[in-house]
Nanobody, 117 residues
């Protein structure tokens, strides 16, 4: 069974930084598009960023210029560096892995990010 485990969340003041990690297992990680989504209380899950197997990133407008997604295929891990955090970034952040050209898609259980003064 595919497993995705997020880590790195926590409490941070506005303007601070956090780095999230998502470690994948039991998949050929390098052939998947990976990304981060988030869900705030009472809201739908939304795209944060994705990165293709070729390393091309894509960001939601709300995080562009502040967040950076990267991947380490040797470590089966995707990262989300979050800088200049805002209270509106508060959410549970979920790792997502999908295989292009197929319906295969997997989710982690999420890590809480809270931005508060």
């Amino acid at each position: 069974q595919v497993q995705l485990v997020e880590s790195g969340g926590g409490l941070m003041q506005p303007g601070g930084s956090l780095r999230l990690s998502c470690a994948a297992s039991r998949i050929t990680f390098s052939i998947y598009t990976v990304g981060w989504y988030r869900q705030a209380p009472g809201k739908q899950r939304e795209l944060v960023a994705t990165i293709t197997r070729g390393g091309s990133p894509n960001y939601a407008d709300r995080v562009k210029g502040r967040f950076t997604i990267s991947r380490d295929d040797a470590a089966n891990t995707v990262y989300l560096q979050m800088n200049s955090l805002k209270p509106e970034d508060t959410a549970v952040y979920y790792c997502n892995v999908r295989r292009p050209g197929t319906s295969l898609k997997y989710w982690g259980q999420g890590t809480q990010v809270t931005v508060s003064s």
